[in-house]
């Protein structure tokens, strides 16, 4: 749903709760359409984005405040209808009732009432329901738990605000037995906070020591990255350095106030050990590219050398003429020649090769570099 058309909507509702006071005219049925439109309003904040928390926490808490008014024009209009015939022990089952809506666990209020006033809590007062409104997600236990609690917190200062209000027209002994009770209900209620607190605190606790245990790994993994930099150009480096970042990932995040600096420091470690390989596996393949440019002209001067010979061997053959050794003569330059020939062509493939192995080389060192 557009955000817009859901503050609408609520703008709507607080115009039909306090467009007007509390007429005869605002009977049950108005007030039955005016809380199912609430329940309505309040399903919808689920399924509605604003474009920031604090515009959608504002939204939730105009309805709030209407949801409290029609609570408060509820509650003055039960008293106006009620002062007339409300005895004091009526009064003071009303309160505590009231102190029974805020009580934090799942059973001993009546056990407290007893302890308190001397009677069972059916001679007291009913039960007193009241649903929990939440209309915004609670997306964690221990966050479900403190809005339990801040809405019981809600309902004890109702109490509260009604014994004050309405205390003088309870007798003496009423007036302390609801004070008691009270009491009872508000020491349980802090209790609970106390344990949720305490839990936090231990919750803390605990991820502290998480943090400071993953903080220690992470300055060891930054040591031995540091370390492993002086020796880069180890062939078996590349795959410990591959390990040490697995590890780093592997830690996780170890708390905002230190991890993007441990990072920093790790990443510098890492950046110089790459960028050392880099310079070692530069240094390398600029010797052998060397070494083979040198071996190549070796070999061409080899070729060119043997190619005059071969011309020379040629020229001999061309030069023998008939006698007694001549056939004796031209079988052995041929030999040679056809030995020079072969070597020559030997010597050729190599060059060739020593010339794809130089082009391979420059272009590795181009990407490097």
């Not at 666990?105 to 059916?122: H, I, K, N, Q, S």
């Not at 040591?223 to 930099?229: P, V």
């Not at 080899?302 to 006698?323: P, T, W």
Request: with cysteine; charged share 40%.
């Amino acid at each position: 749903m557009d955000y817009k058309k859901l503050d609408s909507k609520i703008n709507g509702l607080n115009g039909r709760v306090n467009g007007m006071t509390f007429l005869t005219t605002k009977d049950g049925a108005f007030w039955r359409e005016t809380w199912a439109l609430v329940k309505e309003i309040s399903g919808e904040f689920k399924e509605t984005r604003y474009p920031t928390r604090q515009e959608k926490d504002d939204a939730w808490n105009a309805l709030q405040a209407i949801v409290d008014q029609m609570k408060a024009d509820r509650d003055r209009k039960e008293r106006e209808r009620e002062s007339r015939a409300e005895s004091s022990e009526a009064l003071k089952g009303k309160i505590i009732g009231l102190a029974q809506a805020a009580w934090p666990r799942e059973d001993g209020f009546e056990t407290l009432a007893m302890v308190v006033t001397g009677f069972v809590f059916a001679q007291l007062a009913a039960h007193i329901v009241e649903k929990m409104l939440f209309g915004m997600d609670s997306p964690t236990p221990r966050e479900r738990e403190k809005r339990r609690l801040t809405e019981l917190s809600g309902r004890m200062k109702h109490a509260w605000n009604t014994f004050s209000e309405r205390k003088q027209e309870l007798l003496l002994k009423d007036r302390a037995d609801c004070f008691k009770v009270l009491e009872g209900v508000q020491s349980e209620l802090q209790r609970a906070w106390d344990e949720w607190k305490t839990e936090g605190q231990a919750i803390h606790q605990e991820r502290e020591e998480s943090f400071e245990r993953k903080r220690t790994e992470k300055r060891r993994l930054i040591s031995e990255m540091k370390s492993l930099g002086r020796r880069a150009d180890e062939k078996e480096a590349k795959d410990e350095a591959n390990a040490l970042m697995n590890g780093w990932k592997h830690v996780g995040f170890s708390g905002k106030e230190s991890d993007d600096q441990l990072w920093s420091d790790f990443k510098e470690a890492l950046d110089d050990f790459w960028a050392t390989r880099k310079r070692a596996t530069v240094q390398r393949l600029e010797a052998r590219l060397s070494n083979q440019e040198a071996f190549l002209e070796k070999m061409e001067e080899s070729v060119r050398h043997d190619e005059g010979v071969l011309d020379d061997k040629r020229e001999k053959l061309s030069n023998v003429f008939d006698g007694r050794r001549a056939d004796e003569i031209r079988s052995h330059l041929e030999e040679v020649i056809e030995s020079l020939e072969k070597k020559i062509e030997s010597k050729k493939e190599k060059i060739e090769e020593l010339e794809s192995d130089i082009a391979e080389i420059r272009r590795r060192i181009r990407e490097i570099g």
